[in-house]
């Protein structure tokens, strides 16, 4: 069967080539009623659109692509939903890829995204990450670049954040509340700022609420579920005295919690869990475990429209454009000490 083409359409309406062609595009120099009629004469032919063709003519691709650390953590899923729900509404889909939290890996997404001509490239930074040669190539070429979560200050991106440092804060809070007064916070051992800032939280509400700032409770290391076991097996061997434990994030906060049900320590009655993220597992567990909501949905979707609003300004050179969201606490049975 002969393959449908502009041409054939511009026939059947007795237009010009270049009419079609900018109908189908949606240019805004072509009427609503040409419009109209282009589509449907196409729809009846079967007519589809060559998209590299079109890309070729226009510039555009209509991709974006969009690189986080991990597909398997729910956070990042969620924000990636949020994304696609914006860009899809606006004409773009989504090339995903995942970095595994290795740089080299990060730096092969972005060349093949950079090959594949993406219109732009949303990015959540690997805990490896201390080289910034990659991104800063997406920023030579004028390809928009974006960050959500982990956003490096070192290239002047625009991004959507919560606010970690309020989120630790409020995180510490809360155990202070519920009567806790020796608290453990497990973060990470890599300089990345969301957790320097949550660490700042701690320090700072246990200084608001006259609490002393014991070195010993600052546990640094490779965050995981494995890591948060490890930190209580260790702390129980060195005879460490702590009420409550504040983890950097969700899946460590669950290796904290199967460690002490293994000692057969009570939650939250002996010591009370907090975790950060709001991982979609914690509702689950027993006892549940309480959290810090980092609002993923909104922050994908107001990254894409961060995207949308600098494409529309034509605005490929980097702004420091951040906006903050803020972090919600949940609280559940892993911390709810007082009744």
């Not at 969009?66 to 969620?78: D, E, N, R």
């Not at 939903?81 to 989504?94: D, L, P």
């Not at 200050?153 to 519920?178: R, W």
């Amino acid at each position: 069967m002969k393959k449908v083409t502009i041409l054939d359409i511009a026939k059947e309406l007795n237009i010009t080539f270049s009419t079609v062609a900018r109908a189908l595009n949606d240019h805004p120099a072509i009427s609503e009623n040409t419009k109209k009629a282009v589509r449907e004469v196409a729809e009846r032919l079967n007519y589809r659109q060559n998209k590299i063709a079109s890309s070729l003519r226009s510039g555009k691709t209509n991709v974006i692509g969009v690189i986080v650390p991990s597909l398997q953590v729910t956070f990042f899923s969620s924000v990636v939903y949020g994304i696609e729900q914006v860009m899809n509404a606006n004409g773009y889909n989504i090339l995903l890829y995942q970095s595994n939290e290795k740089m080299d890996q990060e730096a092969g997404g972005i060349e093949t995204f950079l090959q594949s001509r993406v219109d732009g490239i949303i990015a959540s930074i690997t805990t490896e990450t201390t080289s910034f040669d990659h991104y800063e190539e997406i920023i030579n070429r004028k390809t928009p670049l974006l960050f959500f979560d982990r956003n490096p200050k070192e290239l002047n991106a625009p991004s959507v954040t919560i606010d970690d440092y309020k989120g630790g804060f409020i995180a510490t809070e809360h155990l202070i509340k519920q009567g806790y007064r020796r608290i453990l916070h497990i973060t990470a051992e890599q300089d990345i700022p969301i957790f320097k800032d949550r660490l700042r939280g701690y320090i700072d509400a246990l200084k608001h609420y006259g609490l002393e700032v014991d070195e010993q409770l600052i546990i640094k290391g490779k965050f995981s579920l494995q890591f948060g076991k490890e930190v209580i097996q260790d702390a129980k061997s060195k005879h460490l005295q702590f009420d409550a434990v504040f983890a950097l994030e969700d899946f460590t906060a669950m290796g904290v919690m199967q460690q002490l049900q293994e000692y057969k320590i009570v939650i939250p009655d002996e010591v009370g869990v907090i975790g950060f993220a709001n991982e979609s597992f914690g509702s689950l567990v027993t006892p549940k475990l309480s959290t810090i909501d980092q609002q993923t949905l909104t922050m994908g979707k107001e990254v894409a429209k961060l995207f949308l609003k600098r494409i529309k300004n034509d605005q490929a050179a980097p702004i420091a454009e951040e906006l903050k969201l803020e972090p919600i606490l949940i609280v559940r049975e892993s911390s709810m000490k007082l009744k």
